[in-house]
Nanobody, 129 residues
Framework: QVQLVESGGGLVQAGGSLRLSCAASGGTFGRRAMGWFRQAPGKGRLVVAAMSSSGTSTYASDSVKDRFTISRDNTKNVAYLQMKNLTPADTAVYYC??????????????????????WGQGTQVTVSS
């Protein structure tokens, strides 16, 4: 059974930084594409960033491009989301997600919520003005 546990959320002032971690257990971490999503109050869950299982392809939404960076450490079974220059608009619950990869799709970063099979419980990020 795959389990994902996010950590690193909290309260930060505008302009500050946070690094979220997603610790994975069960299965082979290196064979999973990873994604970070967020859900603000009253809104749907949207992709923030994604990374292929190979680590060679990444995606970041326009709203976070140049501020957020997704990365992974396959030796530690952890995915990260480094966030800088945070604004109140970044306030949301952040979720990590995993998609097992087979075949030849190791270089694909998945952007859609329904493409992921496993989800963490979420971690709250609150940015004060």
């Amino acid at each position: 059974q795959v389990q994902l546990v996010e950590s690193g959320g909290g309260l930060v002032q505008a302009g500050g930084s946070l690094r979220l971690s997603c610790a994975a257990s069960g299965g082979t971490f290196g064979r999973r594409a990873m994604g970070w999503f967020r859900q603000a109050p009253g809104k749907g869950r949207l992709v923030v960033a994604a990374m292929s299982s190979s680590g060679t392809s990444t995606y970041a939404s326009d709203s976070v491009k140049d501020r957020f960076t997704i990365s992974r450490d396959n030796t530690k079974n952890v995915a990260y989301l480094q966030m800088k220059n945070l604004t109140p608009a970044d306030t949301a619950v952040y979720y990590c997600a995993a998609r097992p990869i087979s075949g030849t799709y190791f270089t694909r970063a998945y952007r859609n919520e329904d493409e992921y099979d496993y989800w963490g419980q979420g971690t709250q990020v609150t940015v004060s003005s």
